[in-house]
Structures are given as structure tokens and as C-alpha cells.
């Protein structure tokens, strides 16, 4: 996978707590409903941490795109397995997927390691959703060991 790919379409609205999401854009149900299984979307989790690990040379927008396209794809798995990442549930008609508790643990973490970025911070190659909080992945030196160590990378 190259950074090159266009992103996934960012972002729930999130705030603390459970609470449930009505505004989940149809560009991310369909995003969301694209996702056949857990281990589909780790395998694509691995390529984009991979990238930016392995000296590959992904920076400025490339950078900027797998950031924002790993927390995406997190959020959109969310909506798979009903919130049980975030513990915001969505109201959505999709079938559910099932997660194993450790891979549950590790997409929590990855959650947990996403930022909100201000929609006047995104590059202007980003289309803004009006009303969703945009996030990036910036975990600290010890999560991102953590993170990878779970999917399986050096």
C-alpha cells in the first residue's frame, strides 16, 4: 500500500464516554462496510506503520495521509464491531464483526494514540467534513514499540 492511495474519509464526532453516533457520513459506512475482517484491516495497519518504521521515505503529505488514514481506519473497523473499540456506538445497520480481546487491546491502543487535529491545520488536499473531528495517529516512542510489537513488526 502507498501513501499515494487516497485516504479514507476521517472522522466521528467523539467525545468522551458512550454515547451513540448519528452522524456517521455515508462515505464512511461505505468505507466501513468494505471492511470484510479484523485481520484485513491489520494487515493494512502493518503496511501503513511499516512505512514510516522502515526508512521507506514517507513525509510531507505522505506523512500526513498515513496519519490520518491509520486513526480512519480504526474508526471505520469501530463501526464493525459496534463501538467496542471507542465505546461510542454507532447507529448503523452493518453486520458485525467479530474481534478476538487481543486484538481488541491493540486496536484500543492505536485509538488511543489518535490526535484531534484542527481542520484549518489539514493540508489542503484533505476534504473537509463539516462537523467531524479529524485525527492522526502520534503515538509516544513507548506505544508505537507496543503497537508494533502486537502486529507482529521490528
Known amino acids: 500500500m502507498k501513501c499515494s492511495k487516497s485516504i479514507l474519509i476521517i472522522g466521528l464526532a467523539l467525545s468522551t464516554g458512550l454515547m451513540f453516533a448519528d452522524n456517521i457520513t455515508d462515505a464512511q459506512t461505505n468505507n466501513a462496510q468494505k471492511i470484510k475482517s479484523v485481520s484485513e484491516v491489520k494487515n493494512d495497519l502493518r503496511e501503513y506503520i511499516k512505512i514510516s518504521s522502515d526508512g521507506t521515505g514517507c513525509a510531507g503529505p505522505c506523512e500526513v495521509t498515513r496519519e490520518l488514514s491509520i486513526c480512519s481506519l480504526v474508526e471505520d473497523l469501530d463501526i464493525r464491531v459496534r463501538g467496542k473499540i471507542s465505546g461510542i456506538v454507532p447507529k448503523s445497520k452493518h453486520s458485525l464483526l467479530r474481534i478476538s480481546k487481543f ?46 510489537k502486537r502486529l507482529g513488526l521490528k
Open 103 to 148: 486484538d481488541l487491546q491493540t486496536m484500543r491502543l492505536i485509538y488511543k494514540s489518535c490526535e484531534p487535529v484542527a481542520t484549518e491545520d489539514l493540508p489542503p488536499y484533505i476534504k473537509i467534513e463539516p462537523g467531524y473531528k479529524y485525527k492522526r495517529f502520534s503515538p509516544n516512542t513507548q506505544e508505537l514499540r507496543e503497537i508494533k
